[in-house]
């Protein structure tokens, strides 16, 4: 049953982590969905270097993200909060950005194969409904649409690019269950080239990942997909060598797409949304740069609850920046009153 359902998180929404800790939200007021939309769930910042700990200048801080050409912003995918660094980013980019270059925004929410639905609705030749349904949102995301509605808008407003990152389901379930080699050439050729399943910092990140969700008994993380002993996983579930493949999948995939838009478009920049567990270093940012493009950074959000969160985030540092948001002090009352009672 542990595999079962170690398996399942990953595999369906394995984006939503970061540093190999499961997604954490403070309170359900704080992760509560916004009433009149992620505009209301704005919160005051400030902006961090991860790597060094210093805090930027917020003006400093948008120059910065105006000279690179690809901006991943990591996100959990049910946080409103994020969704509005995210909503954040894009606007200011679409300012910043000279108006006669190409520019994109890249989601991890779109596969590959649903490219010309993007196309048909930045061109507004199709609506909402029909975005969603021939994109297959509610079956291959699933997440509320209201938390991406407006940032795709703001780039639609601004004529950007609406990229599809993301490899196939069909791939990747196929990858999870039978292996990369049971893809036929075709199948092949839909994802990105070369998969790098060698970076030890991924893999250690991964495991990390692996070990937090099976209660820090890596053991139990591990396991053969023969189905023998304690820790193995049963014969219909993936192993863990094939959900990390997928993951690299993911991250691959996507750093792929995004690279080659770049690589066509020559003086073009792109925002890239993505689950937190896409958007660091060893994931899609160094496999953009191993693609040959160089200014790439990477934020993350962090609430700052009080409670540890931030020291976490700049203690192993993953990122280039952290956006940290201050929690309401409502919030915040609540859990100190909470912390009390325990």
Same mark, same amino acid.
């Given at each position: ?174 990858? *999870? ?22 970076? +030890? +910092? ?20 591990? *396991? ?56 660091? #270093? ?47 002090? #409502? ?12």
């Amino acid at each position: 049953m542990q595999w079962r359902v170690l398996a399942v998180m990953l595999l369906a929404a394995c984006g939503g982590t970061y540093g190999g800790q499961p997604p954490a939200h403070p309170t359900k007021a704080v992760a509560a969905k916004p009433k009149r939309g992620i505009e209301d769930a704005a919160l005051p910042y400030t902006v961090l270097d991860a790597k060094s700990g210093h805090q930027v200048d917020t003006n400093a801080f948008w120059t910065k993200l105006g000279t690179e050409r690809a901006i991943c912003v990591g996100e959990e995918h049910n946080n409103p909060h994020h969704h509005w660094v995210e909503l954040e980013v894009v606007r200011q980019m679409m300012k910043a950005w000279p108006a006669a270059a190409p520019r994109a925004l890249g989601m991890e929410m779109f596969q590959r194969p649903f490219q010309g639905v993007l196309d048909d609705f930045a061109a507004k030749r199709i609506d909402e409904n029909a975005l969603r349904s021939r994109a297959g949102w509610e079956d291959r995301w699933g997440y509320d649409f209201g938390f991406y509605r407006p940032t795709i808008a703001a780039a639609v407003d601004a004529h950007a690019t609406l990229l599809a990152l993301n490899a196939a389901k069909e791939l990747t379930k196929k990858v *999870a269950h039978h292996g990369l080699e049971s893809l036929s050439p075709e199948e092949r050729a839909q994802l990105a080239a070369d998969l790098d399943l060698k970076d +030890k +910092k991924h893999r250690a990140w991964f495991d990390a990942l692996m070990s937090d969700m099976s209660g820090g008994d890596p053991h139990s993380a591990h *396991a053969t997909g023969s189905g023998a002993g304690s820790g193995s996983a049963p014969a219909d579930m993936p192993s863990e060598d094939a959900i990390y493949t997928v993951q690299v999948i993911w991250d691959e995939t996507m750093a792929d797409t995004a690279a080659k838009w770049l690589q066509a478009n020559r003086d073009g920049r792109i925002v890239i949304l993505a689950g937190s567990g896409h958007c660091h #270093d060893s994931a899609i940012v160094n496999r953009i740069k191993r693609r040959g493009i160089a200014d790439v950074v990477s934020i993350r959000s962090v609430i700052d609850d009080g409670q540890g969160g931030v020291a976490e985030e700049l203690a192993k540092p993953m990122t280039d920046f952290l956006v940290v948001l201050d929690m309401p002090e #409502d919030v915040k009352k609540q859990l100190r009153e909470q912390n009390k009672d325990d």
